[in-house]
Structures are given as C-alpha cells and as structure tokens.
C-alpha cells in the first residue's frame, strides 16, 4: 500500500475550502450563540449527533469515559472515519476500493440507524437533562421565565 499524494492534494483543492467555511461558521455560531448546532440553536433542543463533539474533544484529552458519556457513538464514527480515510488514501485499486466503501457505507448507515435509536432513548429517559441533554434554547434565555 501506497500513499495517493495526489488524490490527497486533489481533496485538499476541493474540498479544503469547504471544511474552512465550515470550521468559521462553527466558530461563530458558537461565539454568537454558544452552541455549533443549527437544530439546536433554532428550537433548543438536542440533535441525534448532540454531545458528539465534546465526546472527541474529551478523546482529544484523553478523557475515554467523559466521551462516552458525551455520546457513546464517537467510537464507531471515529473508526469508519480511520477506515474511510486509509482506504481513500492506501487502496490503489479503485475496483477494490470501492467494494469496500460499500461495506463501509452500510456499517454506516448500521451506526445511524442506531444513533437514532438511541437518540429517541436519550430524548425519551434523559432529556432535559445533564450535558448534552440540556434545555438550552436561546429564545428561552431572551424571554423571561415565571
């Protein structure tokens, strides 16, 4: 297996624009509005991803059990992303790579389905509730409560 520079410059072309306007609209969202969270920042409350980002900024810190209680799925997320990642980089085979990106696609829609399985169980056990499961809406800081 070799490294595909050049497929790896070609992303950075197309789609490195993208992730960095991506990258400032969260950080002013977040500046703004103190969350990166459209769905939650429009009706307060959790999306099916809510927690997922702190749970890797807790990886980033080496914290694995704050991450899970974050949002357990930051695991199988981060594994399908190393296994996207070497297989679009590593795999010169492009009959071989994309069989695998279907394997990949399907676990992935495996650990969506799940997701949101277990969102509705957060929803239905936890929330309002402990981070990420706070009631948080923005419109509900501007109108006073009784």
Do not use: Q, S
């Amino acid at each position: 297996m070799k490294l595909n520079k050049d497929l790896i410059k070609k992303d950075i072309k197309y789609i490195g624009p993208v992730i960095v306007g991506l990258v400032i609209m969260f950080w002013a969202m977040d500046r703004l509005f103190h969350t990166v969270c459209p769905l939650r920042f429009i009706t307060g409350v959790p999306c099916p991803g809510c927690g997922i980002t702190r749970a890797f900024l807790k990886v980033l810190h080496l914290d694995l059990v704050g991450a899970t209680r974050m949002h357990p799925f930051w695991i199988p997320v981060l594994l399908l992303a190393v296994c996207y990642i070497a297989v679009r980089y590593l795999v010169a085979d492009e009959a071989r790579r994309d069989n695998i990106n279907r394997v990949l696609f399907r676990i992935g829609i495996v650990v969506a389905v799940l997701g949101i399985v277990y969102y509705i169980y957060r929803m239905v056990t936890v929330f309002p509730g402990p981070a990420p499961m706070e009631d948080d809406h923005m419109w509900l800081r501007i109108i006073p409560r009784k």
